[in-house]
């Protein structure tokens, strides 16, 4: 099963937010939890990223609004994060260095960077390997609590499925789509009326061999100078708004395997042959089972996280104090 959103964020978090308990000097408290605190200096530090966005999108007694609430937000997240990392404490959950080691090597593959890289990054953070590691260890803690407290309790049954779907049946339409191979006669700059009937005249030509057996794939290799020449003119399935307005009212128009005339747009004149075609309809529930059982799981893991950081909160401790 896929993780959810909620464990696929922290880790990301990881890249971009350095450890909050760096802070090199404590000038004044933001919030008490339990026996630990969050300095002015930490909370200060974790916003600065994003008081540049606010102060390069917004001005005057707006910017200071959005600066109070999302500084406000920022904190609570800090908060909520102490509290999780807390309670894995707790629980005797234990990270393993070669735990730590396998998603450092996981993070550098996916995110296609080297250790180097990583070091430099961190180095302009002013935050050491070891510094890293500590915080990264201290995520993974809390990735564990999370899925034992939250994705191992809940489930998804058949009868949540079939009444998603039959509320969302519109969600799973699909829509009708053609494949058509193409050739392209495509106007030259500038081209005048003389020019355009004798490249009609030439287009009509194609018409009449394809119509005659010729193959399809030998006329567009030595006419067509569209980017799809190169794969025999197929421009794969499309539905209806993505080709020129022109083309797609005859390709939607004709039978499968069947030639059209001389169409022409904009671009130039075109040729087309329908090769397969795919109905609208509605997708069956067992097509889609899987995306609703993951839809379902998402929304109910938010759901129960929500509930397992407000519990978590009424059993603490927590004082803010600016």
Known sequence: MKQHGIWTALLVWVMVWPSFSQAAMKDGIAAVVNEEIITIYELNRAFAPIRMKIDASYQGQKREDVVTQSKKAVLNRMINDMLIEQEAEKMGIVIREDEVNATIDDILRRQNITKNDLLKMLEKENLTLDDYKKDLKTQLARMRLLRREVNAKIAVSNEEIGEYYSKNREYFEGRE?????????????????????ALQAEAQKIVNQLKSGESFEQLIANYSKDSFSLSGGDLGFVERGVILPDVEKVAFSLSLEEISDVIESPVGFHVI?????????????????????????????EKRFEGFIEELRKKSHVEIRI
């Open 273 to 301: 042959k329908v090769t397969d075609k795919k109905g609208a309809g509605a997708k069956s529930i067992e097509l889609v089972r899987s995306e609703i059982q993951e839809k379902i799981l998402s929304e109910k893991a």
């Open 177 to 197: 789509a053609v494949r058509i191979k193409q050739v392209l006669l495509s106007f030259p700059r500038h081209i005048d009326e003389q020019g355009k009937a």
